[in-house]
């Protein structure tokens, strides 16, 4: 294969025949920027394979391989009252259906049964609830189970569409590391895939997450507010992304106007709960302190399995009333997304359910399991890598491999690009560190929820990085202390200075990404004549903000002499004097320019910024 790699280069390498790519958790294991996986794509059409690539029907028992252990254990048969159905996850989830129809014919011949009972993780719940919205086929099947689908989408998968997120292997997944794609790979592979945008979030995820309040946002905010699913279509289509495979998306989730109509198959749905999981991916264009433009990446977090929303797997919102089940019948497990087939819960309730046993095992519910009482999210904004260790020596974070490591207790790991996340479901006291990755300058956020809401934020905005730099802190969630990060501004492992914080946020303030609104007037906007004084210009300033704290005036001398600056705290009204001076050079046709910049950033580090010209004319004689 001798293909562009997705970053600027060329991809080469000659693959055996009958390889295996997916899962080759040996080339996972390798560092680099596992181009190795880019035979996995498709081409722009969504139908045709990148490489002459096809299943070879040993993935699910590698992926599931809890799952089949678990029957095993229980006394079914691999291949004689217990089979599996492997198919190609990449393509159109619609083509399945009759492939998954030959397999059950195949079953009933084999078996002697009529109909059969469908067991259906993830993506494959999709594949079963199209199967059995025709009739004829759904008369094959008796009950279907469906654990951790995302019936109406995820946010996820926006993410993955945008920047990757780790993918891996359910029983590696599993664990405590993240040993799959690295996220620039897996957002390369996944660009041509119609069932990565069959698993985006649909039209009807917006009925269920309508943006009423911060338990059920829009998957997608930018700082034009949060964006509806033709405002999501349109903002993928002008960053570039293939968004012509939503038509086959959109065909799809068709029958989502009557999943609630099971065609007689008894469904049951089992969603996890209790998870912090990606709710609204938050992209804004921001100016920094010193007037840059850059663009700020954060999430909002939300009830679910750590992949899928709660009410897209579940179907069913309580608290509004508001429900797509129809006749299925909905329990719940405080389990993540890869947890509900490797063991425990929700495995142990479908082998009652198979039994006729009515009885709930320990760890199911009819009601969601709530997020933690209170927990906390640590994250970075910025060419910063961060790590936490806990009281026994537990990390969660980046390893020098390029994957991550989850070991502190209930812990997780995400990026949206370059901001990192951490959630940290316990109370405890952890030292976190930081290491640069490029230059520039980071912020650091520690937010606490309290029963799902963020009730606190403590914000550190614009600590200066050099490529080298290393900074560490500690914090304790049960002290009142806030915490001062340590700075090693160039690595030789002596600290340069300590950054507190700039400003601590509470109630309301904590969901504020609306910048201040800026009006303002220089008085005189010409400066005449030009006899080299010193000359008053008033600035008149205005802010617009619920939450304001620093305005910042910046002068932009055209000769690069002249310019004072000037910081003003809690104030709205300004009126303030800066001396300019009244001189230009004699050639200089245009006259001298000064720009005068207003900045203003509220508590919550949303920044705006506004700037007009003084200038002194070249002549003004008569």
Request: hydrophobic letters at 35%; aromatic letters at 10%; one cysteine or more.
């Amino acid at each position: 294969m001798d293909k562009d790699d997705g970053h600027d280069g060329k991809f080469n390498y000659i693959y055996p025949k009958d390889e295996v790519v997916w899962v080759n958790e040996s080339k996972m294991g390798e560092l680099g920027e596992d181009d190795y996986y880019d035979v996995l794509r498709m081409k722009t059409d969504g139908i045709i394979s990148e490489a002459n690539i096809g299943a070879s029907g040993n993935l699910v028992a590698r992926a599931y391989q809890g799952t089949i252990d678990f029957f095993k254990a229980n006394g079914y048969t691999l291949n004689k009252d217990f089979f599996v159905f492997p198919y190609d996850w990449r393509k159109d989830i619609s083509l399945t259906a009759p492939l998954l129809d030959q397999k059950i014919n195949e079953i009933k011949t084999q078996t002697g049964n009529a109909k059969v009972d469908i067991i259906a993780h993830s993506m494959g719940g999709l594949v079963a609830r199209n199967y059995i919205s025709d009739a004829t086929r759904a008369s094959t099947v008796r009950k279907l189970f469906t654990l951790g689908t995302p019936h109406l989408g995820s946010v996820d998968s926006l993410r993955n569409l945008r920047y990757g997120a780790c993918l891996t292997p359910l029983p590696i997944s599993l664990g405590p590391l993240c040993l799959g794609l690295i996220d620039t790979e897996t957002n390369d592979v996944v660009q041509n895939m119609i069932s990565v945008f069959q698993l985006a979030p649909s039209q009807a995820y917006f009925n269920f997450y309508s943006g009423q309040d911060n338990y059920r946002p829009y998957p997608y905010k930018t700082e034009s507010g949060a964006l509806n699913y033709n405002q999501i279509k349109n903002l993928l289509t002008d960053l570039g992304h293939n968004t012509t495979l939503f038509n086959p998306s959109e065909i799809f989730h068709s029958l989502d106007d009557s999943i609630s109509n099971t065609n007689s198959v008894d469904v049951i749905v089992i969603a996890g709960s209790g998870r912090s999981t990606l709710g609204q991916i938050i992209e804004e264009k921001r100016i920094s302190l010193l007037g840059i433009p850059y663009i700020h990446k954060d999430m909002l977090n939300i009830n679910g399995d750590q992949t899928v929303p709660l009410f897209s797997a579940s179907l069913i919102d309580h608290d509004r009333d508001k429900s797509l089940l129809g006749g299925a019948k909905i329990f719940y497990t405080n389990q993540k997304h890869g947890e509900l087939v490797a063991s425990g819960s929700a495995l142990n309730l479908v082998k009652n359910i198979l039994d006729g046993n009515s009885q709930l095992p320990d760890g199911v519910s009819t009601q969601a399991a709530s997020l933690p009482s209170i927990w906390w999210i640590f994250s970075v904004h910025s060419p910063v890598n961060m790590n936490i260790y806990d009281s026994s020596g537990n990390h969660t974070g980046p390893t020098d491999n390029g994957d991550f490591e989850e070991n502190i207790p209930g812990s997780s790991y995400s990026t949206l690009d370059d901001a990192k996340f951490i959630f940290i479901p316990n109370n405890g006291n952890y030292n976190i560190k930081f290491e640069a990755t490029d230059q520039g300058s980071f912020d650091f956020k520690i937010r606490k929820y309290n029963n799902d809401e963020n009730t606190e934020t403590i914000l550190y905005k614009e600590i200066p990085l050099t490529e080298t730099t290393k900074a560490e802190t500690q914090f304790d969630t049960q002290s009142s202390e806030i915490p001062i990060i340590r700075v090693d501004q160039n690595g030789d492992g002596n600290f340069d200075f300590n950054a507190e914080r700039f400003s601590i946020l509470e109630g309301n303030e904590n969901y504020d990404f609306t910048p201040p609104a800026i009006s303002f007037s220089v008085d005189p906007k010409f400066i005449w004549p030009a006899n080299n004084e010193m000359v008053d210009v008033r600035i008149t300033v205005k802010i617009i903000d619920e939450n304001p704290y620093l305005i910042t005036i910046l002068v932009d001398d055209e000769y690069d002499l002249i310019e004072p600056s000037i910081a003003i705290q809690n104030e709205t009204n300004i009126n303030q004097m800066v001396r300019l001076e009244a001189s230009r050079i004699g050639d200089d046709k245009d006259g001298r320019t000064y720009k005068i910049k207003i900045l203003a950033t509220d508590l919550a580090g949303n920044t705006s910024l506004s700037a007009t010209e003084v200038i002194v004319p070249h002549d003004q004689r008569e």
